[in-house]
């Protein structure tokens, strides 16, 4: 929800209406260009001059080779910048360096400025921490940091000479690193090429401590590229008073060879991403990444939104390599590429990015892959996996700003039931608060919130409620009276507590960098206290980029102190996150036995281990629903896979066609969530009426059919960080045609291919088939093969999916009203039998809520399906343990009540009408009915109810 | 999700040999009136009841695996995505339960009450029919209650409908007589006026012509009929007042006990008399035309006030001279309208003339407003009150509820208002159409930056006018839910209330 839609109200009333009638889009004069934020626009024109020297380009930084040692998987040192005054003389100004090879198999390169580290600085402000901030690591990365002691230098005597040092390091040494001291770089080699390489055109650059000369005009500036606004800046009429001057970093990093690079959410952009400096389908500007509350963002934009991750994948032919820079200040990055270079990396474009931060260290991590599914572990191991969410957030969610009242809520739930279409959670926007006041009832509204969610717990649904960040600074209301008390919220830079406009106008807000906050926020959600015992409750974590109405771009101030004395410009990216991780540690306090979920809008690297996010405040035109694709595969290889984009659309009132086929694209979106404005009119499934409500229950019904697939795929993000949506490189790394495409994704690990409509009207559209695998429709089973565009039909009522040869699905095909009670239901097996003839397939399952999975209380199995000996056979993939005996226990009365087995050739059947069935040392014999391939269209053999169970092993012979 | 009174009623209707047969193969899910649809044929198949193309073993009857399409060999299961499960409910009403609710984990007391859609052990369902056949009577007992009165409640509102109706249609055929005698007004006023500007034109350029003397002598023969006339209807009118006065106190005080038919005939036709009553209609324009007369309106000079008035004008700067001479005309409207100032006329033109103007503009007038006034009776009556013109008899009837900080009035057919602690009454919407079971109530006062408001109002049948409750379900859209006696049906009879009960 929220967003500045709310805010333009709240802003009108307050403030009363200084311009006629607001245009519809983003707001652009709010928020920053690279030119109106000093530090972008002075590293923008630093590369400009390194640029336009060419290899004439001296860069003032170089490490000294004296300084430099290798030991205990450690190369450091220390780099210099030689600063030359008008007089001819000069200074050095030294920033120590490491350069460490973990033993996950990444290096790490940090810097940082030796005179802020060490003793104190004369006038440094007292009240911040002197040193730069360097704990983005300490909030992203969760993973090991300990250095790999097996890495070796091993530099030669020559290279030492002329100061380069060489360390091989990673599994079985593979990976090798090339520093050179002058001038200062590092190059990442696999296989014997580069494929990253830091500060390649010389861009590395610090601002280093320098106090505000007392008499500008006499200063000596001839290292200064451009003085304005280096000691104090203002936008949009607010100042930001910048005590520790500038003290910006910046790198730039080339990946070789490699044509397109992805990642870095969020923004509303296509997929790979573009060139920013101009040139025609080129941006001119930075991608930005500042979380930032962006009301009616624009699509194919490098403008900053509600999350970021500064995370970049390059991935090319036969490679995929990725960096993550580990920093949480205002961040903006250039893109480039260069002509094709025949003589040093063949014949392919190469990537050039110009990495650019307001303050902090530089601390960037170099993943090496050799694949997207390496470099996607590599990174998790590092920030974490997404944490295997309950199965019943995987289900429909049902939002609106708002739902008005506990008959609103209960009538809408009842309709559900009514139009017979299954949905697990249904959730509050701000209104069901006293004004705004979180933790607090619209007691005329919601007398009885308790009741309402036993209600809802009938069915095993859920109620979700929005919580935000910003408590109104109310005397009388305890959460706010006790946080201000205690002095828990983000100060000013005099050490005030800091006020600022949001929702219940003027708010406090919750500094959850802060441990004893954390408590605080624990405190605030024990049962009893807020909601009864009811243990049905979910939260929702918006505004939390943090949105102030009255801020410098709609945020708080840089100059505002957080926990630890660090400046809001420091942390301001990381802020979401723990704001998140706080609701986490409470929801998981108030309720052990179950796992969170909470969805939070603003995010970080590490995000991810937290719950789901979304696209923020979209609108109901198909624009949005395009966008939505790029934008969830961004995120998604970003390492946060658990994400949806609002189905329908935030804004407006979509037709009846979009909403449908929203409805049709989100039942494959990670997070499935319907959600609308409060000035939107109704638009829940049933009100668009026939033939749409039936499109819709069916696109619905299909995300429930699918939740075991979808539960184990959730299940492998969990563990190695490969994501749900998927792009085409992931199964087709080596088809260069298919790196950009952006507007179909693979399902988890169903191997379903599938292509949003995203027209009006269409009613067929192209798929791009990335490989030679055979694929049939999902619907009919007729075969596609042959890399490129295949023609499909695409009436209202047909998602255009095709399913990939060689993978088996796992499907519920009983429709319940919500994901758990269809805990008890048979399963379905769909073989999609490869061209080679076979397929593969995973289950996971376990209880979908507590944690007791993670001490063995789950069932993992391996299907497979053997063209040799044309047999089907289920295996453990587990260890066997007391915990997973108890767990399978609990379902041994789960069975496999259909095995569906497409494009199995029918004369290699031993009989038209039987197969045998062999388990726990029985066999016996099962029906099967065969469609024979015709019109194009596979054979389809159905075993009926072979009467196996999920728990065992098992095979079939056809 | 109660199973039709007419497949109970079929259930009702097999006795004996057919409950043998069911006691031998039972089929779960499956009501004992259709139990006969799952027996073997002479091979021991079945065949799917919407499909008989498909034929199964019998062992494939309820054996959890779906095999007909359309459900069938599954009633007592979970397998078919379209099935039904029926619900014994001993003791209570039959349930039937979409099948994808058998051994989900959920008691469905509100349709198994008998807990029977639970009989795989997920969840331990207990009977709760007696329970909810004690709570089901007296629900039924209170539903027949408000139907029954809501149907008598509607009797009187059709029957008040209906008089309205003939009050108005009373109405509409008095007005057509006043229009006839109007019209005939106007053609006579006009017929004058051609006369009298004959004449006028005629005697231009010259001073008193004959024929002004004729006419001028024959008005005054007029006047004095007409003063005549004026005192006799005057006193008639003291008269009838009086006799009015004594039938009134006959009315008022007669004793109905009294069987007296003379009586009662008198008082029921002196009712009648006074709703007839049409007025005192317009005679005393003509009245007023024998007093405004005088010499003055024969006379040739007339004082033309014009020329001075356009010669201020001409001091004034022009967009004020154009305000000015806009509320000047006005004004002097307002004033020739009563009778302070004579009206415009083309200089030269005669009293007669503007005479006879003013009588065809008091004759158009009052047609005009005649038939106005019978336009909108008319369309009163063509308007859509419903089925009986039910609603006829409750237009501008009001109803409030509070809800949250609002008090909110629903008038019937007029308008909506929302009212808060402080200030006035919004208008959330003017009465627009009825559809089916809701009322629509479109352009109230337009929200801040967005839509005007409007409202929708869901009925059902009730004893009274109540509104239940008042939801915003989209910003500026409100929604009521009432209930009122109009939309109250014939209740069924109450003869078939064992089979209810059963």
Redesign the interface.
């Known amino acids: 929800m929220a967003a500045l839609a709310k805010r333009t109200i709240f802003t009108a009333v307050v403030l009363v209406v200084l311009m006629a009638a607001p245009a519809l889009g983003v707001k652009k004069y709010l928020f920053k260009t690279c030119g109106e934020a000093s530090f972008c626009r002075r590293n923008r024109a630093y590369a400009d001059l390194a640029g336009s020297k060419g290899a004439a380009w001296a860069s003032p930084y170089a490490i000294d080779p004296s300084t430099v040692t290798f030991d205990g998987g450690v190369l450091q040192g220390s780099i210099q910048k030689t600063l030359t005054d008008s007089t001819g003389a000069s200074s050095n100004v030294e920033f120590p360096f490491q350069l460490v090879f973990l033993e996950s198999g990444s290096a790490r390169f940090v810097v940082d400025e030796k005179q802020r580290a060490e003793s104190p600085i004369p006038g440094f402000p007292d009240n911040l921490t002197q040193r730069r901030y360097n704990e983005a690591s300490k909030w992203a990365v969760t993973g090991d940091l300990t250095p790999d002691i097996s890495a070796v230098e091993s530099t030669t005597d020559e290279e030492r000479m002329t100061a380069v040092y060489r360390v091989r390091y990673g599994p079985d040494r593979q990976f090798e690193a090339i520093v050179q001291a002058n001038p200062l770089q590092i190059k990442f080699y696999r296989d014997g090429e580069p494929h990253v390489i830091l500060n390649d055109r010389g861009l590395f650059n610090m601002d280093h401590y320098r106090p505000k000369p007392s008499d500008m005009d006499n200063q000596d500036l001839s290292n200064e590229l451009d003085v304005k606004d280096m000691w104090e800046e203002s936008f949009g009429g607010k100042e930001d008073k910048k005590p520790k001057g500038p003290e910006s970093i910046a790198l730039d990093v080339t990946f070789p060879g490699y044509e397109h690079v992805f990642g870095i959410p969020e923004h509303a952009d296509q997929f790979s991403l573009r060139e920013t400096r101009g040139g025609e389908g080129n941006h001119n500007e930075p991608y930005r990444l500042f979380n930032v509350d962006i009301f009616e963002y624009e699509v194919n934009s490098p403008m900053a939104m509600y999350g970021a991750i500064p995370f970049m994948q390059a991935h090319k032919k036969g490679s995929s390599v990725a960096i993550f820079w580990a920093n949480a200040a205002e961040t903006w990055i250039d893109i480039t590429k260069t002509k094709p270079n025949p003589e040093s990396f063949g014949i392919r474009k190469s990537t050039e990015t110009h990495w650019i931060s307001e303050s902090g260290i530089i601390d960037v991590y170099v993943f090496l892959g050799p694949d997207p599914t390496s470099v996607y572990q590599q990174y998790g191991l590092l920030t974490g996996f997404t944490s295997l969410p309950p199965i019943y957030s995987l289900g429909y969610h049902q939002c609106r700003w708002n739902y008005n009242s506990e008959e609103d809520v209960l009538e809408v739930d009842a309709n559900f039931d009514k139009y017979d279409i299954p949905y697990d959670a249904i959730w509050l926007d701000i209104e069901y608060t006293d004004n705004k006041k979180y933790f607090t009832w619209l007691k005329s509204m919601f007398p009885n919130p308790e009741k309402m969610m036993q209600v809802l717990d009938k069915r095993k649904r859920k109620l979700v409620t929005i919580i935000d960040p910003h408590l109104k600074k109310e005397s009388g209301y305890k959460v706010y009276e006790g946080l201000s008390k205690n002095e828990l919220a983000v100060k000013t830079d005099s050490g005030d507590e800091y006020n600022g406009w949001c929702w219940p106008g003027e708010s406090a807000w919750i500094d959850t960098f802060n441990p004893k906050a954390i408590e605080y926020w624990k405190e605030q959600f024990k049962p009893g206290k807020y909601c009864g015992h009811e243990n049905n409750l979910l939260i929702w974590n918006d505004m939390n980029e943090p949105s102030v109405f009255n801020g410098p771009e709609v945020s708080a101030p840089r100059d505002t102190i957080h926990y630890g004395n660090w400046e809001h410009r420091d942390v301001h990216n990381i802020y979401g996150l723990t704001f998140v991780n706080a609701t986490v540690q409470a929801m998981q306090a108030r309720e052990p036995r179950q796992r969170p979920f909470v969805l939070t809008r603003a995010f970080y690297a590490g995000s991810q281990r937290l719950g789901a996010v979304w696209t923020g405040d979209n609108a109901a035109t198909w624009d949005y629903l395009r966008i939505a694709t790029p934008m969830l595969l961004s995120n998604s290889i970003a390492g946060f896979g658990f994400v949806g984009a609002d189905v329908g659309g935030f804004f407006g009132n979509p037709t009846s066609e979009l909403l449908t086929r929203w409805y049709q694209a989100g039942a494959f979106y990670p997070f499935f969530r319907g959600h609308a404005h409060i000035e939107s009119k109704r638009r829940e499934p049933w009100i668009p009426g026939e033939p749409y409500t039936s499109i819709i229950r069916a696109a619905i019904r299909l995300r429930y059919q699918l939740l075991p697939s979808i539960y184990t795929a959730f299940h492998r993000a969990s563990f190695d960080g490969v994501p749900i949506v998927r792009p085409m490189f992931l199964l087709a790394p080596d088809n260069e045609e298919a790196f950009g495409i952006d507007d179909q994704f693979f399902f988890g690990e169903t191997g379903l291919l599938v292509k949003p409509i995203v027209q009006e009207g269409a009613t067929s559209t192209d798929i791009y088939l990335p490989d030679d695998e055979i694929y049939y429709d999902y619907w009919d089973h007729t075969i596609y093969q042959g890399i490129g565009y295949k023609h499909i039909e695409a009436p209202l009522e047909k998602i255009p999916v095709l399913a990939r040869g060689g993978h088996i699905i796992v499907r519920r095909d009983r429709q319940r009203r919500s994901a758990t009670l269809m805990s008890h239901d048979p399963l379905t097996l769909v073989v999609n039998l490869d061209s080679t003839g076979n397929a593969a397939g995973v289950l996971y399952l376990d209880d979908g809520e507590t944690p007791a999975y993670s001490r063995g209380a789950y069932l993992h199995r391996f299907f497979m399906f053997n063209a040799e000996d044309n047999i089907l056979r289920s295996r453990s993939m587990q260890a066997s343990s007391g915990a997973n005996k108890s767990f399978e226990k609990s379902i041994d009365d789960i069975r496999i009540e259909r095995i569906i087995v497409v494009g199995l050739d029918s004369d290699r059947l031993k009989t038209n009408h039987a197969v045998e069935a062999f388990q726990d040392r029985k066999s016996w014999s099962a029906d099967i009915d065969v469609t024979k391939a015709a019109d194009g269209k596979a054979t389809v053999v159905t075993v009926r109810d072979p009467k196996l169970l999920v728990a065992a092993d098992w095979s079939i012979q056809f | 999700m109660k199973i039709s009174v007419g497949a109970f009623a079929l259930a009702l209707a097999y006795t004996g040999h057919e409950v043998l047969a069911a006691k031998s193969t039972h089929v779960r899910g499956v009501p004992d009136a259709d139990q006969a649809l799952y027996q073997p044929d002479e091979n021991g198949n079945w065949a799917c009841l919407n499909h008989p193309d498909i034929v199964l073993p019998m062992s494939r009857i309820n054996?959890?695996?779906c095999?007909c399409p359309d459900g069938s060999d599954e009633p007592g299961t979970?397998?078919c995505?379209n099935g039904k499960f029926y619900c014994v409910n001993k003791g209570h009403v039959p349930g039937l339960i979409?099948s994808?609710?058998v051994?989900?984990?959920?008691c469905d007391y509100d349709i198994c009450c008998d807990g029977s859609d639970e009989w795989?052990g997920?969840v331990k369902c207990e009977n709760k029919c007696r329970e909810f056949a004690a709570e089901y009577a007296k629900k039924q007992a209170e539903v027949r209650r408000t139907q029954v009165a809501g149907w008598n409640a509607r009797a009187k509102l059709v029957a008040k409908a209906s008089s309205i109706r003939q009050a108005l249609q009373k109405e509409l055929t008095q007005l057509d007589n006043q229009i006839a005698v109007s019209d005939a007004r106007v053609v006579k006023a006009k017929e004058a006026l051609k006369l009298a500007e004959m004449q006028s034109s005629s005697r231009v350029g010259t001073k008193g012509s004959p024929l002004l003397g004729r006419v001028k002598a024959r008005i005054e023969e007029y006047q004095k009929a007409t003063a005549a006339l004026t005192d006799r209807i005057t006193m008639l009118e003291a008269r009838l007042a009086l006799a009015q006065e004594i039938l009134q106190k006959l009315n008022e005080e007669y004793n109905p006990n009294y069987n007296d038919e003379g009586v009662k005939a008198a008082v029921k036709a002196y009712q009648e008399f006074k709703e007839s009553d049409p007025g005192d209609g317009d005679y005393r324009q003509y009245v007023d035309i024998t007093e405004t007369d005088d010499d003055e309106l024969f006379s040739e000079e007339q004082i033309d006030v014009d020329p001075d008035i356009v010669e201020y004008e001409s001091y004034i700067p022009l967009q004020w001279r154009l305000w000015i001479h806009d509320q000047k005309t006005k004004l002097r409207d307002f004033l020739v309208q009563h009778g302070l100032l004579a009206e415009r006329k083309p200089s030269g033109e005669t009293a007669s003339v503007a005479n006879a103007k003013k009588e065809r503009d008091a004759a158009e007038r009052q047609n005009n407003e005649l038939k106005s006034k019978r336009e909108n009776v008319a369309k009163d009556l063509a308007a859509d009150f419903g089925d009986d013109d039910v609603f006829r008899a409750l237009a501008g009837e009001c109803v409030d509820i509070e809800?949250?900080?609002f008090t909110y009035q629903m008038c019937f057919n007029e308008r909506i208002t929302q009212k808060g602690k402080s200030g006035g009454p919004t208008n959330l919407g003017v009465f627009d159409k009825i559809e089916g079971d809701k009322m629509h109530f479109s352009n109230g006062v337009k929200c801040?930056?967005?839509p005007q408001r409007s409202a929708i109002v869901e009925m059902q049948c009730g004893e009274k006018n109540k509104i239940l409750?008042v939801?915003?379900?989209?910003?500026c859209?409100y929604f009521f839910k009432i209930v009122t006696p109009a939309l109250c049906t014939k209740p069924p009879d109450t003869d078939t209330k064992p089979k209810d009960e059963l």
Do not use: T
């Not at chain 2, 939801?471 to 910003?475: D, K, L, R, Y």
């Open positions: 054996d959890d695996y095999d979970s397998a995505p979409p994808s609710r051994n989900d984990g959920v795989a997920i809800s949250g900080e801040w930056n967005g409750s939801s915003e379900p989209a910003m859209e």
